[in-house]
Nanobody
């Protein structure tokens, strides 16, 4: 059973910083992409940032220059450093991983964490 466990959310003042972490555990063969999505009340879930196993990164325009995604392939972890936070960054942040479970018949499967709340007070 594969699990993604997030940590690091909380309440911060506008202009402040937070660091989110996500660890993937369980029977994992290969992880392709890992990333972060967010969903604000009344809005659709949207991509924040993602990174491939080769190190390619992709950011939403709204967070470019403020957020940095990093990944430790050896530890199956991904982090999101969020600086210069704005009120509009308030959302539940979800970790995401596209991976092959360690099973002979496995297919590329998408897994989600349980989500962590980030609240930015203006």
């Amino acid at each position: 059973q594969v699990q993604l466990v997030e940590s690091g959310g909380g309440l911060v003042q506008a202009g402040g910083s937070l660091r989110l972490s996500c660890a993937a555990s369980g029977s994992i063969a290969v992880i392709n992409a890992m990333g972060w999505y967010r969903q604000a009340p009344g809005k659709q879930r949207e991509l924040v940032a993602e990174t491939t196993s080769g190190g390619t990164t992709n950011y939403a325009d709204s967070v470019k220059g403020r957020f940095t995604i990093s990944r430790d392939n050896a530890k199956n972890t991904v982090h999101l450093q969020m600086d210069s936070l704005k009120a509009e960054d308030t959302a539940v942040y979800y970790c995401n991983a596209d991976l092959y479970p360690d099973d002979p018949d496995s297919l590329l499967t998408i897994y989600w964490g349980q989500g962590t709340q980030v609240t930015v007070a203006s």
